[in-house]
């Protein structure tokens, strides 16, 4: 298995892909406002809600973020992957903010 025909896949990437299939795949079956959705709410509990809900929300948006940037990360730009790992780094330095303002 290969991503973009000529770069040979890691087992860690067989893995994780094969361990996220299913996840995908149901993601892909519900309407498709489920995850930008998912995502709002996050976001939107991250921001406005208490900092005991904040950070969890946070961190799971984050890690989320993250797990769909790891899946995609072989078949998109160099644009799109810094676009990514900006938006990763941004939910996780507000969680740090959060977590300083205590």
């Given at each position: 298995?290969?991503?973009q025909g000529s770069q040979p896949v890691s087992p860690l990437r067989q893995r994780?892909?094969?361990f996220s299939y299913p996840y995908i795949a149901?993601?892909?079956s519900m309407p498709k406002?489920?995850?930008p959705g998912i995502t709002l709410v996050?976001?939107?509990a991250g921001v406005f809600g208490p900092v005991a809900l904040a950070v969890p929300a946070l961190?799971?948006?984050a890690l989320l973020l993250s797990w769909l940037?790891?899946?995609s990360w072989p078949v998109v730009t160099t644009g799109a992957r810094l676009i990514r790992i900006f938006s990763i780094l941004v939910v996780l330095l507000f969680a740090v903010s959060r977590?300083?303002?205590?």
């Open positions: 298995m290969s991503s994780i892909t094969k149901r993601l892909h406002l489920t995850l996050l976001a939107l961190i799971v948006l940037g790891f899946l977590i300083a303002s205590g």
